[in-house]
Protein backbone atom coordinates (compact mmCIF):
# COMPACT_ATOMS: atom_id res chain seq x y z
CA UNK A 1 0.00 0.00 0.00
CA UNK A 2 1.67 3.50 -0.96
CA UNK A 3 0.15 5.99 1.34
CA UNK A 4 1.13 8.68 -1.90
CA UNK A 5 -1.32 11.49 0.05
CA UNK A 6 1.34 11.46 2.95
CA UNK A 7 4.05 13.32 3.99
CA UNK A 8 7.42 11.15 4.44
CA UNK A 9 9.92 11.29 7.09
CA UNK A 10 12.59 13.56 7.16
CA UNK A 11 14.80 10.98 6.03
CA UNK A 12 13.14 9.49 2.60
CA UNK A 13 13.93 11.32 -0.13
CA UNK A 14 15.43 8.62 -1.89
CA UNK A 15 13.44 7.08 -4.62
CA UNK A 16 15.35 3.84 -3.87
CA UNK A 17 13.14 1.02 -2.81
CA UNK A 18 12.55 1.28 1.06
CA UNK A 19 13.55 -2.38 1.46
CA UNK A 20 15.20 -4.59 -1.01
CA UNK A 21 15.58 -8.53 -0.56
CA UNK A 22 17.34 -10.54 -3.28
CA UNK A 23 17.70 -13.85 -3.20
CA UNK A 24 18.12 -14.35 0.11
CA UNK A 25 19.09 -17.67 1.96
CA UNK A 26 20.02 -18.27 5.97
CA UNK A 27 20.48 -21.35 7.18
CA UNK A 28 21.28 -22.76 11.29
CA UNK A 29 22.99 -25.79 12.48
CA UNK A 30 20.32 -28.54 13.39
CA UNK A 31 20.40 -32.59 14.30
CA UNK A 32 20.29 -33.53 11.04
CA UNK A 33 22.79 -31.13 9.14
CA UNK A 34 21.96 -27.47 8.06
CA UNK A 35 18.04 -26.36 9.15
CA UNK A 36 17.03 -23.72 6.04
CA UNK A 37 15.52 -21.22 7.46
CA UNK A 38 14.80 -18.42 4.90
CA UNK A 39 15.05 -19.78 1.52
CA UNK A 40 15.99 -18.16 -1.78
CA UNK A 41 13.42 -15.36 -0.60
CA UNK A 42 13.48 -12.03 -2.69
CA UNK A 43 10.92 -9.66 -2.16
CA UNK A 44 10.62 -5.66 -2.56
CA UNK A 45 8.74 -2.64 -0.07
CA UNK A 46 8.42 0.62 -1.61
CA UNK A 47 8.38 3.85 0.74
CA UNK A 48 5.21 4.35 2.35
CA UNK A 49 4.06 0.85 2.13
CA UNK A 50 2.44 -1.17 4.86
CA UNK A 51 3.27 -5.19 5.17
CA UNK A 52 2.59 -7.70 6.82
CA UNK A 53 4.70 -10.87 7.48
CA UNK A 54 2.53 -14.58 8.12
CA UNK A 55 3.68 -17.63 7.98
CA UNK A 56 3.59 -20.37 10.98
CA UNK A 57 6.06 -20.97 13.76
CA UNK A 58 9.59 -22.53 11.49
CA UNK A 59 8.05 -19.70 8.49
CA UNK A 60 11.34 -18.21 8.52
CA UNK A 61 9.71 -14.49 9.56
CA UNK A 62 12.08 -13.46 12.59
CA UNK A 63 15.23 -14.55 10.48
CA UNK A 64 13.61 -12.34 7.44
CA UNK A 65 12.92 -9.63 9.95
CA UNK A 66 16.58 -9.82 11.85
CA UNK A 67 18.60 -9.89 8.26
CA UNK A 68 17.19 -6.56 7.36
CA UNK A 69 17.87 -5.21 10.73
CA UNK A 70 21.38 -6.43 10.08
CA UNK A 71 21.22 -8.39 13.18
CA UNK A 72 22.28 -11.37 11.46
CA UNK A 73 24.01 -12.11 7.41
CA UNK A 74 22.35 -13.81 4.48
CA UNK A 75 24.76 -16.58 3.59
CA UNK A 76 23.89 -15.79 -0.34
CA UNK A 77 21.39 -13.07 -1.93
CA UNK A 78 21.61 -9.29 -0.74
CA UNK A 79 19.32 -7.04 1.30
CA UNK A 80 19.76 -2.48 0.93
CA UNK A 81 17.59 -0.16 3.42
CA UNK A 82 17.10 2.90 1.17
CA UNK A 83 19.78 2.02 -1.01
CA UNK A 84 22.29 0.86 1.78
CA UNK A 85 23.00 -1.88 4.33
CA UNK A 86 21.08 -2.78 6.83
CA UNK A 87 23.90 -2.39 9.89
CA UNK A 88 24.40 1.55 7.91
CA UNK A 89 20.15 2.15 7.71
CA UNK A 90 20.14 1.40 12.04
CA UNK A 91 23.33 3.49 12.73
CA UNK A 92 22.06 6.40 10.62
CA UNK A 93 18.57 6.31 12.63
CA UNK A 94 16.52 5.05 9.09
CA UNK A 95 15.11 2.16 11.16
CA UNK A 96 13.48 1.66 13.98
CA UNK A 97 12.38 -1.58 15.59
CA UNK A 98 10.11 -3.63 17.75
CA UNK A 99 11.28 -7.27 18.46
CA UNK A 100 9.80 -10.10 20.82
CA UNK A 101 13.78 -10.39 22.78
CA UNK A 102 15.64 -7.67 24.07
CA UNK A 103 14.75 -6.84 28.00
CA UNK A 104 14.38 -4.08 29.57
CA UNK A 105 16.20 -2.76 32.72
CA UNK A 106 13.23 -3.48 35.81
CA UNK A 107 14.91 -0.85 38.13
CA UNK A 108 14.56 2.07 35.83
CA UNK A 109 11.56 3.85 35.35
CA UNK A 110 9.30 4.17 31.78
CA UNK A 111 10.90 7.89 31.40
CA UNK A 112 14.38 7.32 32.75
CA UNK A 113 14.35 4.39 30.19
CA UNK A 114 13.33 6.02 27.03
CA UNK A 115 15.93 9.18 28.27
CA UNK A 116 18.80 6.48 28.43
CA UNK A 117 18.32 5.43 24.98
CA UNK A 118 17.60 8.80 23.17
CA UNK A 119 21.12 9.96 24.47
CA UNK A 120 22.66 7.37 22.42
CA UNK A 121 21.22 8.73 19.43
CA UNK A 122 22.82 11.56 17.47
CA UNK A 123 19.35 13.39 16.60
CA UNK A 124 15.88 12.13 17.75
CA UNK A 125 12.17 13.02 18.27
CA UNK A 126 11.88 14.56 21.91
CA UNK A 127 11.24 12.13 24.69
CA UNK A 128 7.66 13.37 25.75
CA UNK A 129 6.48 13.24 22.00
CA UNK A 130 7.34 9.36 21.94
CA UNK A 131 6.43 9.06 24.84
CA UNK A 132 2.53 10.55 23.65
CA UNK A 133 2.41 8.95 20.87
CA UNK A 134 3.18 5.52 22.53
CA UNK A 135 0.19 6.67 24.85
CA UNK A 136 3.17 6.22 28.10
CA UNK A 137 3.00 9.52 29.68
CA UNK A 138 0.82 8.48 32.30
CA UNK A 139 2.95 5.75 33.52
CA UNK A 140 6.18 7.69 33.03
CA UNK A 141 7.12 7.49 36.72
CA UNK A 142 6.38 3.62 36.64
CA UNK A 143 9.12 1.11 37.22
CA UNK A 144 9.45 -0.96 34.04
CA UNK A 145 9.19 -4.14 36.69
CA UNK A 146 5.95 -3.42 37.40
CA UNK A 147 4.71 -2.92 33.76
CA UNK A 148 2.34 -5.29 32.54
CA UNK A 149 3.74 -7.18 28.87
CA UNK A 150 1.63 -4.71 27.17
CA UNK A 151 3.15 -1.68 28.74
CA UNK A 152 6.25 -2.84 27.83
CA UNK A 153 5.85 -3.75 24.47
CA UNK A 154 4.85 0.11 23.93
CA UNK A 155 7.98 1.26 25.81
CA UNK A 156 10.06 -0.79 23.26
CA UNK A 157 7.65 1.05 20.88
CA UNK A 158 8.43 3.95 22.41
CA UNK A 159 12.05 3.57 21.50
CA UNK A 160 11.87 2.50 18.02
CA UNK A 161 10.16 5.64 17.31
CA UNK A 162 13.23 7.33 18.70
CA UNK A 163 15.22 8.39 15.56
CA UNK A 164 12.08 8.85 13.67
CA UNK A 165 12.64 6.44 11.12
CA UNK A 166 11.77 5.89 7.39
CA UNK A 167 10.98 1.97 8.46
CA UNK A 168 9.34 0.37 11.67
CA UNK A 169 9.77 -3.27 11.97
CA UNK A 170 7.54 -5.05 14.13
CA UNK A 171 8.28 -8.72 15.33
CA UNK A 172 5.05 -9.98 16.76
CA UNK A 173 4.46 -6.12 18.34
CA UNK A 174 1.11 -6.76 20.29
CA UNK A 175 2.27 -9.98 22.13
CA UNK A 176 1.04 -10.03 25.79
CA UNK A 177 -1.39 -7.28 24.84
CA UNK A 178 -4.97 -8.04 26.14
CA UNK A 179 -7.67 -6.97 23.02
CA UNK A 180 -8.12 -3.34 24.28
CA UNK A 181 -4.12 -2.77 24.18
CA UNK A 182 -4.00 -4.59 20.75
CA UNK A 183 -6.81 -2.18 19.25
CA UNK A 184 -5.13 0.67 21.10
CA UNK A 185 -1.66 -0.11 19.33
CA UNK A 186 -2.62 -0.54 16.37
CA UNK A 187 -4.50 3.10 16.42
CA UNK A 188 -1.26 4.71 16.96
CA UNK A 189 0.61 2.50 14.42
CA UNK A 190 -2.07 3.99 11.83
CA UNK A 191 -1.24 7.19 12.76
CA UNK A 192 2.47 6.35 11.58
CA UNK A 193 1.98 4.78 8.64
CA UNK A 194 -0.39 8.01 7.80
CA UNK A 195 2.84 10.43 8.22
CA UNK A 196 4.49 8.14 5.87
CA UNK A 197 6.57 5.71 7.62
CA UNK A 198 7.11 2.02 6.21
CA UNK A 199 5.74 -0.44 8.38
CA UNK A 200 7.01 -3.96 7.85
CA UNK A 201 5.05 -6.32 10.83
CA UNK A 202 5.37 -10.44 11.68
CA UNK A 203 2.02 -11.37 13.19
CA UNK A 204 -0.20 -14.31 14.42
CA UNK A 205 -2.73 -12.51 14.81
CA UNK A 206 -4.42 -12.89 10.97
CA UNK A 207 -7.02 -10.23 11.47
CA UNK A 208 -4.70 -7.54 12.67
CA UNK A 209 -3.07 -8.15 8.77
CA UNK A 210 -6.81 -8.34 7.62
CA UNK A 211 -7.56 -4.63 9.05
CA UNK A 212 -4.03 -3.07 9.11
CA UNK A 213 -2.40 -3.58 6.10
CA UNK A 214 -3.04 -3.89 2.36
CA UNK A 215 -0.04 -6.32 1.22
CA UNK A 216 0.61 -9.75 3.26
CA UNK A 217 3.82 -11.69 2.24
CA UNK A 218 3.38 -15.35 3.17
CA UNK A 219 6.16 -17.54 4.08
CA UNK A 220 6.10 -21.59 4.74
CA UNK A 221 9.14 -23.42 5.39
CA UNK A 222 11.27 -20.57 4.51
CA UNK A 223 9.71 -19.86 1.17
CA UNK A 224 7.99 -16.76 -0.20
CA UNK A 225 4.24 -19.01 -0.89
CA UNK A 226 2.18 -15.78 -1.97
CA UNK A 227 3.13 -11.56 -2.32
CA UNK A 228 0.88 -9.17 -2.94
CA UNK A 229 -2.53 -7.11 -1.98
CA UNK A 230 -3.95 -8.97 1.00
CA UNK A 231 -7.60 -9.62 -0.57
CA UNK A 232 -5.00 -11.22 -3.86
CA UNK A 233 -3.36 -13.58 -0.92
CA UNK A 234 -6.46 -14.30 0.58
CA UNK A 235 -8.37 -15.07 -3.09
CA UNK A 236 -4.89 -17.18 -3.42
CA UNK A 237 -6.80 -20.15 -1.44
CA UNK A 238 -9.28 -20.32 -4.31
CA UNK A 239 -12.24 -20.83 -2.03
CA UNK A 240 -15.51 -18.76 -1.32
CA UNK A 241 -18.29 -19.51 0.84
CA UNK A 242 -21.93 -19.57 -0.40
CA UNK A 243 -24.83 -20.29 2.35
CA UNK A 244 -28.39 -21.09 0.29
CA UNK A 245 -31.56 -21.65 1.75
CA UNK A 246 -32.27 -24.92 0.31
CA UNK A 247 -33.10 -28.81 0.34
CA UNK A 248 -31.33 -30.31 -2.25
CA UNK A 249 -31.45 -34.33 -2.83
CA UNK A 250 -27.82 -36.23 -2.33
CA UNK A 251 -27.81 -36.11 -5.84
CA UNK A 252 -28.59 -32.46 -7.06
CA UNK A 253 -26.03 -31.86 -4.06
CA UNK A 254 -23.28 -33.73 -6.00
CA UNK A 255 -24.35 -32.18 -9.34
CA UNK A 256 -23.42 -28.34 -8.19
CA UNK A 257 -20.05 -27.26 -10.34
CA UNK A 258 -17.30 -26.00 -8.63
CA UNK A 259 -18.07 -27.15 -5.10
CA UNK A 260 -15.05 -28.95 -2.99
CA UNK A 261 -17.15 -29.18 0.14
CA UNK A 262 -20.71 -28.89 1.70
CA UNK A 263 -22.33 -29.12 4.97
CA UNK A 264 -26.13 -28.86 5.82
CA UNK A 265 -27.39 -26.76 8.60
CA UNK A 266 -30.93 -26.78 9.24
CA UNK A 267 -32.97 -25.32 6.23
CA UNK A 268 -30.04 -24.59 4.84
CA UNK A 269 -26.81 -25.33 2.89
CA UNK A 270 -23.17 -24.38 3.41
CA UNK A 271 -20.88 -24.59 0.51
CA UNK A 272 -16.92 -24.22 -0.34
CA UNK A 273 -16.19 -23.26 -3.57
CA UNK A 274 -13.43 -22.72 -5.96
CA UNK A 275 -15.67 -20.15 -8.18
CA UNK A 276 -18.19 -18.51 -6.62
CA UNK A 277 -19.97 -16.73 -9.49
CA UNK A 278 -20.63 -19.89 -11.43
CA UNK A 279 -21.87 -21.96 -8.27
CA UNK A 280 -24.29 -18.75 -7.47
CA UNK A 281 -25.38 -18.67 -11.14
CA UNK A 282 -26.46 -22.22 -11.36
CA UNK A 283 -28.42 -21.84 -7.44
CA UNK A 284 -30.77 -19.04 -9.41
CA UNK A 285 -31.68 -21.38 -12.06
CA UNK A 286 -33.40 -23.18 -9.63
CA UNK A 287 -36.60 -21.89 -8.41
CA UNK A 288 -36.50 -23.67 -4.67
CA UNK A 289 -33.42 -22.33 -3.87
CA UNK A 290 -32.94 -18.39 -2.27
CA UNK A 291 -31.55 -16.14 0.19
CA UNK A 292 -28.17 -17.09 -1.49
CA UNK A 293 -24.87 -15.39 0.00
CA UNK A 294 -21.50 -15.10 -0.57
CA UNK A 295 -18.63 -14.54 1.82
CA UNK A 296 -15.25 -14.66 0.37
CA UNK A 297 -12.22 -16.96 2.32
CA UNK A 298 -10.57 -15.25 5.34
CA UNK A 299 -7.13 -14.44 5.09
CA UNK A 300 -6.96 -17.25 7.77
CA UNK A 301 -8.13 -20.03 5.45
CA UNK A 302 -5.86 -18.83 2.92
CA UNK A 303 -2.79 -19.23 5.26
CA UNK A 304 -4.11 -22.55 5.88
CA UNK A 305 -4.29 -23.30 2.14
CA UNK A 306 -1.11 -22.49 1.38
CA UNK A 307 1.53 -23.28 4.03
CA UNK A 308 -0.07 -26.25 4.99
CA UNK A 309 2.35 -28.45 2.60
CA UNK A 310 5.33 -25.75 3.92
CA UNK A 311 3.96 -26.54 7.79
CA UNK A 312 4.26 -29.69 7.21
CA UNK A 313 7.50 -30.21 5.52
CA UNK A 314 9.39 -28.76 8.13
CA UNK A 315 7.40 -29.48 11.51
CA UNK A 316 10.02 -31.88 12.56
CA UNK A 317 12.69 -28.90 11.82
CA UNK A 318 10.50 -26.42 14.38
CA UNK A 319 12.30 -26.65 17.77
CA UNK A 320 15.30 -26.86 16.68
CA UNK A 321 15.48 -24.33 14.05
CA UNK A 322 14.02 -22.28 16.79
CA UNK A 323 16.34 -22.96 19.26
CA UNK A 324 19.12 -22.42 17.53
CA UNK A 325 18.14 -18.86 15.95
CA UNK A 326 17.73 -17.68 19.61
CA UNK A 327 20.90 -18.84 20.62
CA UNK A 328 22.43 -16.98 17.18
CA UNK A 329 20.74 -13.57 18.01
CA UNK A 330 22.00 -13.49 21.76
CA UNK A 331 25.52 -14.30 20.49
CA UNK A 332 25.11 -11.65 17.96
CA UNK A 333 23.82 -8.80 20.30
Given amino acids: MTISQHTAPQHSASREPMVS ?35 PNGAGKTTLLDMILGLSTAETGRIRI ?16 LLQTGGLLPDLSVAETIRMVASLHRSHTPVEEVMETAGLTGIAR ?18 ALLPEPDLLVLDEPTAGMDVSARHEFWERM ?36 ADGPTDEVRAQAASAHVVVTWSPTEQQLRGLPHVTDSAR ?46 SQD ?5 SQDASQHAHQKETQR
Wanted: charged fraction near 20%; charge should be neutral.
Fill in 265 to 310: IGSQVKLRTDDADTLARHLLTRTDAHSITVTQASLEEAFMTLTGDA
Fill in 21 to 55: VESVTRSFPGSGGRVVAVDDVSLTVAPGEVVAVLG
Fill in 142 to 159: RRIGKCSGGEQQRVKFAL
Fill in 190 to 225: HTQAEAGTTVLFATHYLEEAEQFSRRTVLLGGGRLL
Fill in 314 to 318: TSQDT
Fill in 82 to 97: GGTSPKKAVQNGRVGA
